[in-house]
């Protein structure tokens, strides 16, 4: 299975950063994410060594979206990968963090599952639907889906569970819908008896993941900064070049096989650096436009951040 990756001028990054001055090298830097498929390239960059060849001690941390923000302002890890509207959330909430690079798009990886006698998203008022705390993407696509169809959050009820826990719950018969997101989107595709998947980022395209790290961070380390970049864009050359290794690598992770996975996979598209420029310039500020007035109206923020604050792509230059 091929899977998209849009890449950018992997060959000019390599030449802007290939004199790492002695300074960052070994630079320790712990980065806090999830078992999100989309990640994947992040474990990759780790365990094929890409990130040590570029300079890099990095220790990936398993934090829940939930929590990931607290390790952040404990110092426990500098840099994070999330949805980005949870760069909003957090530094709204003053935990300050900037996002370098845009990581991936969902095409489908993220979505809501119901029983079969739903018919709509706005059949759900009254009913109970399991998503992540608030603050968290799943919470944020519910808002979405809800805003879009003409209800709120205070129209369901909310079982707040993790991703892995509510499609399995859901699975097990309990809750009338479920947030989650791949792998295990797919756990509930294979269990049709158990209900339908009723909507997607396909129908609602606002899952985008970026990479972030604190400002004093990015201050004290920009070699580093740069370093994380080439990793990440070296471990995306290594899944065009050797997708079933990397497939192996990524899907061991998340205790799945390589085709496992690469069917997982399949409802992503990971972004290279010209895409990820060009999002950074012109969609990130579009999505804020929106989700932002969301955030607020639903209590998640009480202010508005300018999006210049939220982002730093000094590293390209």
């Not at 474990?43 to 952040?72: C, M, S, W, Y």
């Not at 845009?102 to 709509?120: E, F, K, P, T, Y």
């Not at 979405?144 to 369901?156: A, H, Q, S």
């Not at 997982?264 to 895409?275: H, I, K, P, R, V």
């Amino acid at each position: 299975m091929k899977t998209a990756i849009r890449f950018g001028s992997i060959a000019a990054l390599l030449a802007a950063t290939a004199a790492i001055p002695a300074a960052a090298q070994n630079t320790p830097v712990a980065i806090g994410m999830s078992g999100w498929t989309g990640f994947g390239p992040i474990t990759l960059a780790a365990e094929a060594g890409l990130f040590e060849e570029a300079g890099l001690d990095v220790n990936i941390v398993k934090i829940p979206q939930k929590d990931r923000h607290l390790a952040i302002a404990s110092g426990d890890i500098q840099c994070a990968a999330t949805t980005v509207e949870t760069f909003m959330i957090w530094n709204a909430n003053g935990v300050k963090i900037k996002q370098l690079f845009q990581l991936d798009m969902s095409h489908g990886a993220d979505g809501m599952v119901v029983r079969n006698d739903i018919a709509s998203i706005a059949d759900l008022k009254g009913k109970t639907v399991a998503a992540s705390a608030p603050g968290t993407s799943p919470y944020f696509v519910l808002l979405w889906m809800l805003n879009e169809n003409g209800l709120t959050k205070d129209d369901v009820t909310i079982a707040n569970l993790e991703p892995s826990a509510a499609a399995q719950a859901f699975i097990a018969g309990q809750n009338d819908a479920a947030m989650t997101y791949e792998p295990y989107l797919s756990a509930v595709r294979d269990k049709p008896e158990a209900g339908k998947i009723i909507a997607t980022t396909l129908d609602y395209p606002i899952v985008m993941d970026t990479l972030g790290c604190t400002p004093d961070f990015i201050a004290e380390h920009p070699d580093a900064v740069k370093a994380l970049a080439e990793g990440y864009y070296a471990a995306l050359d290594m899944i065009a070049n050797d997708q079933e290794k990397a497939f192996e690598i990524m899907g061991a992770d998340v205790k799945q096989s390589a085709e496992e996975f690469g069917k997982s996979a399949a409802y992503l598209e990971w972004q290279g650096m010209d895409a990820s420029a060009e999002f950074m310039k012109t969609g990130l500020p579009e999505f804020y436009a929106k989700a932002g007035p969301l955030l607020l109206d639903a209590g998640i923020i009480r202010e508005i951040p300018a999006t210049e604050d939220l982002v730093d792509t000094s590293w390209t230059e």
